[in-house]
């Protein structure tokens, strides 16, 4: 006889993530509750008004809000942005980039260009460029270990 199998469950933080949402702005029943994979299936195909409202409107976690601006999660922290951000406050910044957001989405494109362009080497089939090696630094004299408690010379026998 077998045993029923049970369903797999997660904290609500690793549902929440799973979601893209941000775990404070949850309901509370969602946030003391665990949250089982077939929960997490259903909330995902046919989201309550509170997911979708969230979804819409925010607070957005970090990596959605990075991703709506067009940068990394650490340019996010570079410009100083620290806390979730609502739509209406990220579309204030993207009517009206400041400098730094100007300049991370500028680097982030260039990382993005490089990644595309590894990918498509490897895809290609031609070798990377090996790295070249460092240096070796000379190794220093090897010392001998002394016993403890015998004054670092050992006793002739």
């Known amino acids: 006889m077998t045993k029923p199998k049970q369903s797999q469950v997660m904290k609500p933080a690793t549902a929440a993530l799973k979601l893209d949402i941000y775990l404070p702005?949850?309901?509370?029943?969602?946030?003391?509750?665990?949250?089982?994979?077939?929960?997490l299936d259903e909330l995902q195909r046919n989201p309550p008004q509170w997911l979708s409202d969230l979804r819409r409107d925010g607070p957005h976690p970090r990596n959605v809000v990075a991703a709506r601006l067009r940068i990394s999660n650490s340019g996010l922290a570079r410009g100083g942005i620290t806390e979730p951000l609502t739509t209406a406050q990220i579309a204030a910044l993207v009517a009206d980039?400041?400098?730094?957001?100007?300049?991370?989405?500028?680097?982030?494109?260039e990382v993005q260009r490089?990644?595309?362009?590894?990918?498509?080497?490897?895809?290609?089939?031609?070798?990377?460029?090996?790295?070249?090696?460092?240096?070796?630094a000379a190794k220093p004299a090897a010392r001998r270990k002394t016993p403890a408690g015998r004054g670092g010379r050992t006793a002739r026998r």
């Open 25 to 39: 702005a949850t309901p509370q029943e969602f946030q003391e509750s665990l949250v089982s994979r077939e929960d």
């Open 97 to 109: 980039p400041p400098e730094w957001l100007v300049a991370e989405r500028a680097t982030h494109a």
């Open 114 to 136: 490089e990644q595309r362009r590894l990918q498509e080497r490897r895809e290609s089939g031609e070798p990377a460029a090996k790295p070249a090696k460092p240096a070796k």
